[in-house]
């Protein structure tokens, strides 16, 4: 039998320009969603598949002689932006090695230039572009290293040089060495002005503010077809972002009314007639949160001045006569963050102006009646409970009650199982609940533990209450933040000391107790429906408060202080204010008795903090300073910029006071449930007296 012919392997046929072309486009959409992939993972391992790429490229374009297949500046494009997205500790060093790469290739590429296969085709397909910079310099905004804005407007300040020289030397008919030099874009110069704004410092607004002239400077002196001629087509003008990120550069940078009064003279510049930039909403509400930020008094006057200027310049726009174009109406139309920012500054004047919260509620009507604006949302109510909370009017905690029962009245009515935009969250009842815990009136601690139990039955029938619905990490749902909503109730029961009804304050001994065993109940798994919550080290601190306020001096008084203790000390949750109202609640003898164990035998008056087993405070996570266990009112305290934090003078106060209650115990002639005189709270959060 005749042998079986040998089948002939066809050859290969190599790859036209398209096709490699089209192979780059793959490589570069397969880089480009593992940047976007939500998996941090997939992100870290983008710069790895991105670099394999490379080396493909590189290894055919050896394999088959064939230039075309040299990876060009797109492909070390991705390259920086895989670096620049991932995460990783050194990512915007990486990145920038590979732009000095870049910058060394093209220039040796340069100086061969006379190889008649490479040309000017060859240095182009190395020399990064303004992508490559503004996606090297976006790596050093997001890095966390401190000189990492230096970094980055060293980059930026590097190609305006370049520019500028290129541009001297063309004039004087003069070679430019190197070739072509990139333009920055307007999109180049504001990734380091957004580096510079997330310093959150004053040094990081100066610096932002200096770049944005200098901006203006380049395009004063140099116009758009000037641009053009230098070969990029790139704009440096500065944009209406670029003006929004200085704006807000100063909004971060602690720097109160200063910084609130410079964000405002931005916007000023903005709206001067012959203005190459109009202002936005963005850069409006940049101002308004300036100002909102700033603790000054006149913030909520300013931020509705503003809210009205806005409106003004958009009705004017409207007008075929008035100077702005009819494009600006869309642009200056007032949004929903617009609105939330006005009513947020009123409410951080609440505490000064009496007539702060019924403004807010003014802005928050105007919001209701806009019908070129989406409706209130969950954050446009919280900041009107703010206002009232933070408000001394008599009756702030029945309006804010009004204000959240109003809100579970509707989310419940929802019909279809729709998500409701206005559903409470924990920061909507905590804000509540903190009204009620500082306010004067009679049996707020019966009260506040009615808008808990509502709080509760919301979770078990209309579904779970969220530590916050305004997006975001804290978009969480039956966790361990409703213990703040456990915190307020406990502290409006320590507060009931100043109540002149004996029998409420006994029964907000009553509430206190019951509620602090509910916290402790609910810690373990949600039977039911019930909601969850895990007390910490602002629990047992505030319950030490109402024993040592609620509770008369003696055995029973002891009792209930050691037995809370022992049950702090075991859960790892003993923090300096666990201490401190333990030294209001127990006797001498008792805290010695606790503490003995940790004072090596020199009694419970000189243990400090410092001075406990490790066990014991394993879990009251610190805050401020190394202040631990002042975690509990988180929820809301984030939300309202730090609450947690003590008036001037607080600690040392506090301290104060906790040898004066040991005293006072020891006197004999307190009444039974003594009235602590002049009692005030700052802040549920911490717990400490001022």
């Not at 804005?149 to 500028?164: H, Q």
């Not at 806009?370 to 408000?391: E, F, G, H, I, M």
């Amino acid at each position: 039998a005749a042998a079986p012919k040998k089948q002939k392997r066809a050859k290969k046929r190599p790859r036209t320009r398209r096709q490699i072309a089209q192979l780059r486009y793959v490589m570069i959409r397969d880089v480009e969603s593992m940047i976007r992939s939500s998996d941090p993972a997939v992100r870290a391992s983008a710069p790895s598949r991105a670099r394999e790429n490379i080396d493909r490229l590189e290894h055919l374009a050896r394999e088959t002689g064939d230039l075309s297949y040299r990876p060009d500046a797109s492909m070390y494009n991705s390259l920086v932006r895989a670096h620049a997205k991932s995460g990783g500790r050194n990512a915007a060093k990486r990145a920038e090695d590979v732009l000095d790469a870049m910058r060394e290739a093209s220039t040796s590429t340069a100086k061969a230039s006379a190889d008649a296969e490479e040309g000017e085709d060859g240095i182009a397909r190395m020399r990064p572009d303004a992508k490559t910079y503004t996606a090297v310099i976006d790596a050093w905004a997001r890095s966390k290293d401190r000189d990492a804005p230096v970094r980055a407007e060293r980059i930026l300040f590097r190609m305006m040089d370049e520019a500028e020289d290129a541009a001297r030397m063309a004039a004087a008919d003069l070679p430019v060495p190197g070739g072509e030099v990139v333009l920055p874009t307007s999109a180049t110069c504001d990734a380091v002005l957004n580096a510079w704004a997330r310093r959150n410092s004053r040094e990081g607004a100066e610096s932002a503010e200096r770049i944005l002239a200098r901006m203006e400077k380049l395009r004063d002196a140099r116009g758009e077809a000037d641009a053009e001629q230098q070969g990029s087509g790139a704009s440096i003008r500065p944009t209406a972002y670029s003006y929004a990120t200085v704006i807000s550069a100063w909004a971060r940078s602690r720097g109160g009314a200063e910084a609130a009064e410079k964000a405002e003279a931005v916007l000023t510049k903005m709206l001067a007639k012959g203005s190459a930039v109009r202002p936005n909403a963005v850069a409006f509400n940049a101002v308004i949160d300036a100002w909102s930020r700033s603790g000054d008094p006149r913030a909520g006057t300013k931020a509705v001045e503003l809210l009205d200027r806005m409106e003004g310049l958009r009705r004017k726009a409207a007008v075929p006569e008035g100077d702005a174009e009819d494009d600006d109406v869309e642009d200056l139309r007032p949004d929903v963050i617009t609105y939330n920012s006005v009513i947020n500054a009123l409410a951080a004047t609440a505490s000064s102006d009496p007539d702060a919260p019924r403004r807010a509620g003014e802005v928050f009507a105007r919001l209701e009646s806009d019908a070129d604006c989406p409706p209130p949302n969950v954050r446009s109510y919280n900041s009107l409970l703010k206002a009232w909370a933070k408000s001394r009017l008599p009756e702030s905690a029945v309006k804010a009650d009004e204000i959240l029962r109003g809100m579970i009245d509707e989310a419940a009515n929802k019909s279809g199982g729709d998500e409701s935009e206005v559903r409470p969250d924990v920061v909507s009842f905590s804000t509540a609940l903190d009204a009620w815990a500082k306010s004067d009136e009679s049996g707020k601690a019966t009260k506040a533990r009615s808008l808990l139990d509502a709080m509760v039955e919301f979770h078990r029938e209309a579904g779970p209450v969220k530590a916050s619905n305004e997006g975001g990490k804290g978009d969480r749902s039956n966790g361990d933040d409703a213990v703040s909503c456990y915190n307020a109730v406990l502290n409006a029961c320590a507060l009931s000391a100043n109540d002149p009804n004996p029998d409420e304050r006994k029964r907000a001994l009553e509430v206190s107790v019951s509620t602090f065993r509910a916290c402790r109940q609910s810690s373990s798994a949600a039977t039911g429906g019930g909601i969850r919550s895990r007390p910490d080290a602002v629990t047992y601190g505030t319950m030490l408060k109402c024993v040592s306020n609620l509770v008369p001096p003696g055995q029973t008084r002891d009792g209930m202080a050691s037995s809370l203790f022992g049950r702090c000390r075991d859960d790892g949750l003993v923090s300096t204010m666990v201490l401190g109202q333990l030294r209001r609640a127990a006797s001498p003898g008792a805290v010695d008795e606790l503490l003995s164990s940790a004072a090596g035998g020199s009694g419970g008056k000189a243990v400090d903090i410092s001075d406990l087993p490790k066990e014991w405070k394993k879990n009251a996570k610190e805050r401020g300073g190394g202040r631990r266990g002042a975690t509990g009112g988180s929820a809301a305290a984030g939300k309202r910029g730090g609450g947690g934090k003590n008036r001037k003078g607080g600690g040392r106060h506090h301290h104060k006071q906790g040898r004066g209650g040991r005293r006072s115990s020891d006197d004999g002639d307190e009444p039974l449930l003594p009235v602590m005189r002049g009692l005030t709270e700052t802040s549920w959060q911490s717990g400490k007296d001022v």
